[in-house]
């Protein structure tokens, strides 16, 4: 419950706040992010491992975006795979 509410205060505080530009280091974060999957990409095609999941390694294209709105992103997909998960744990519960 207490996420809920930091999160709903967050939200408050980033709407009254308005969208800025990004700093620089809100972009030299999403350089070293990259940096950082292609690292990781390359280690496990050189250990001769599988890419990562496709579903959980599909990248969204976030360029050009403020970094209030690729949280919000992020806070949506969270908030959509959670309610699959209650789905399909109500479907494992309920009677056939």
Known sequence: MQMKTLARRLQRLE?????GPDTEADIRLRVLLEE???RVADARAF????PLDTAENEQENLSGLTTIEILNRGRARVAAQARLA???TAREISPA
């Open 47 to 50: 250990d001769g491992l599988p």
């Open 86 to 88: 209650k789905l399909s």
């Open 36 to 38: 950082g999957r292609q």
């Open 15 to 19: 709407d009254r706040s308005g969208v």
